[in-house]
């Protein structure tokens, strides 16, 4: 079994946070994306308070969103990706900001976290996946009492990193 490295899809901590975003309530957009939400959340319009999302190709809060203009990458890395859109307008003018359209991802969560990862309160300090869940995938997501997950392995990384996403980092993760 040939084993790549893999890498954790994170926020920026310099990346800007959504003001104010008045239609992204926990009932229709929770943290943790799961086949029964997902299955709720239709294409939808969101409002917000400020204009410097645009900033961000990928957002962690209030729920993860991935920006147009990598969807197509997302799509490629894994093709049973679905996806709901969610088109955002600026509360204070609406008219005059620009209106992103972002994508809500679902995956099948991936158990893939290993025992040995040290985790405190339920988020992850030190992440460790297991080998075996991680065969011939190239983004998984896992999930944690506290923490929503997503890893690529290094080819769907530099792929990632060749667009020069603005708003994430990508952490190298221990594999066992």
Not at 49 to 76: A, K, M, V, W, Y
Not at 105 to 117: G, I, K, R
Not at 141 to 154: E, F, G, N, R, V
Not at 165 to 173: F, R, S
């Amino acid at each position: 079994m040939i084993q790549t490295e893999w890498f954790w899809l994170k926020k920026d901590p310099d990346a800007p946070k959504i003001n104010g975003a008045t239609g992204f309530d926990r009932k229709n957009y929770p943290y943790f994306t799961d086949a029964e939400s997902f299955s709720k959340v239709d294409d939808a319009a969101v409002y917000y308070g400020g204009g410097i999302i645009l900033e961000c190709d990928i957002l962690f809060e209030p729920t993860f969103l991935i920006h147009d203009n990598l969807q197509s990458l997302f799509r490629f890395i894994e093709p049973n990706l679905d996806f709901k859109g969610v088109q955002l307008y600026s509360e204070k003018n609406p008219d005059k900001s620009a209106s992103p359209l972002y994508w809500l991802p679902y995956l099948e969560f991936t158990d893939a976290v290993s025992e040995n990862s040290q985790i405190i309160q339920g988020k992850p300090v030190e992440l460790i996946l297991k080998a075996a869940s991680l065969a011939d995938k190239r983004l998984v997501h896992c999930k944690l009492p506290a923490a929503d997950i997503w890893a690529m392995s290094l080819e769907a990384a530099e792929c990632f990193l060749r667009r020069q996403p603005v708003g994430a980092i990508l952490q190298k993760i221990s594999i066992e």
